[in-house]
């Protein structure tokens, strides 16, 4: 094939402008190699215009992701170094189930350990255990009470009696003071046996002197107050009660009450004590040969009215006093 032939050939292939375009290469006289040149300076074009139509489009997705979030608002992204926290370091949320039933259990063992803890004491028990003289300002409280205010002669002075403050659990379990007025020869016995009672938490609801009850020991027993001294004959007698000596103490008295027979009559004091009479039965507080009050007071050399024959005064313990050569 001749040159004419050839570009006849390609000029019939693109048509018009191929004739144009033959026509005006053999019209300035450009030889093959120049049609060659610019072929691929068409597609260096053509890939030029392709590249920059790319960048175009990057640029209006650019700005199309600007319209659509704010200045200074960032997409969120995932910390994958996060992701390598261990299972113990990473905090738990217990459901609102779970929580409300670690509510409660915790709720048990605080109970728990309330109960099993001693309670706290504002006493020092150190220093609250003592005895001393009666002062005027004692005096002045019994007389005409506890101790008699009259001229008739008295049994046992002033001097003879002395103060004891102790300190007790009550029946809930909180400590309490406590005030007692003894003989002087008891008072150190009184001070060691109610230290250990509180030593072990014995109950014993109230230690109040009977004077707060204007010295009636029915009023006393009946409230279940443990008293010593009260210058009183025995019940139903004429015979002055160890009590007018203060060598005889009642504890818990309406737990442990006075059970006595007269006239085929079984009498009990206080009267309010009636269903704990009965020894056999199992309740509180009671006071027998196993309990802890019993053993401390018989150490100390104290006689029980629980082993009384010809009456039972479950409450009673009195000691005899030395009597002087």
Avoid at 20 to 33: C, D, I, L
Avoid at 305 to 313: E, L, P, Q, T, V
């Amino acid at each position: 094939m001749t040159e004419v032939e050839k570009w006849y050939s390609i000029a019939l292939k693109r048509g018009r402008s191929g004739f144009k375009t033959v026509s005006s290469f053999y019209a300035h006289g450009h030889p093959e190699g120049d049609w060659k040149r610019m072929k691929r300076n068409r597609s260096f074009a053509v890939l030029l215009l392709s590249g920059t139509l790319f960048l175009l489009c990057l640029l209006m997705l650019f700005r199309y992701q600007n319209q659509h979030n704010p200045a200074g608002s960032r997409p969120e992204t995932i910390d994958f170094s996060e992701l390598e926290m261990s299972v113990e370091e990473a905090p738990q949320t217990a459901l609102p189930e779970q929580a409300a039933i670690k509510s409660e259990t915790q709720i048990q063992t605080e109970k728990q350990t309330e109960a099993v803890e001693p309670p706290t004491s504002q006493y020092d028990a150190s220093t609250a255990f003592y005895s001393t003289d009666l002062t005027e300002e004692l005096k002045a409280r019994i007389t005409g009470k506890s101790y008699p205010d009259t001229a008739e002669p008295i049994q046992i002075s002033y001097e003879e009696l002395a103060y004891v403050h102790i300190l007790h659990y009550d029946f809930e379990a909180q400590v309490q003071e406590g005030e007692l007025i003894c003989h002087q020869e008891i008072a150190q016995d009184l001070i060691e046996i109610f230290r250990e009672l509180y030593e072990h938490q014995y109950p014993i609801e109230k230690v109040w002197l009977i004077d707060e009850y204007n010295a009636d020991d029915e009023l006393s027993m009946a409230d279940n107050n443990t008293s010593c001294f009260n210058y009183r004959t025995v019940s139903g007698k004429s015979k002055l009660s160890n009590h007018s000596y203060g060598c005889a103490i009642d504890i818990n008295p309406l737990y442990n009450p006075y059970v006595r027979t007269r006239d085929g009559k079984v009498l009990v004091s206080p009267q309010n004590a009636g269903e704990y009479a009965d020894r056999s039965a199992d309740f509180p507080y009671k006071i027998d040969r196993e309990d802890l009050c019993y053993r401390l007071f018989t150490e100390h050399g104290f006689e029980w009215g629980g082993a009384w024959n010809s009456s039972k005064d479950y409450q009673h313990f009195e000691k005899k006093l030395q009597k002087p050569d």
